[in-house]
């Protein structure tokens, strides 16, 4: 894929833990096309899920759930209840990362429906923050080392 291409279609946003809480974020800084709150929860405090798709590709590691305010604007905010959800999976190739997802919303049904949108998600400083780096329309696994590698270099600017 073309760098120009990923570099037009490339954001970063961070998000820090709230005080007092194991799993509640808040953006502090980035795109807005997220929800400004997110649950995101590591391995251990999840719920075990059928081997089978993408989970049989790569270890699930965490989830990240958030929903729209009534307030809030986003292209992903479209369809009752608002919701914008991913479960997060470890690539071994790449430690430095927690790991991706592809962004789900909910559609006309109310039902969660891939956008196609890759999100990569880092944490500097165990936890207590976390970058997401956010790849419009890269969300198919053709595309996920290219755009891992290209948040790599990212990171190392």
Partial sequence: MNEEFIKANFQVATYTLK???KGSYYRTEGFPELPNRL???KDNELTKVS???RNLLHPIVGQMIGSFT???VSRYKEYKPYVCRTQIWKVEEYPLFIGYGTIGVTNQEGKVEDTGDLL???TPDNWISIKIFHFIGMGNP???LEA???TSN???E
């Fill in 19 to 21: 005080e007092g809480t």
């Fill in 39 to 41: 649950s995101i929860s």
């Fill in 51 to 53: 081997r089978k798709g």
């Fill in 70 to 72: 009534q307030k809030e």
């Fill in 120 to 122: 990569i998600f880092h």
């Fill in 142 to 144: 053709e595309n996920l």
């Fill in 148 to 150: 891992m590698e290209y």
């Fill in 154 to 156: 990212h990171l190392r």
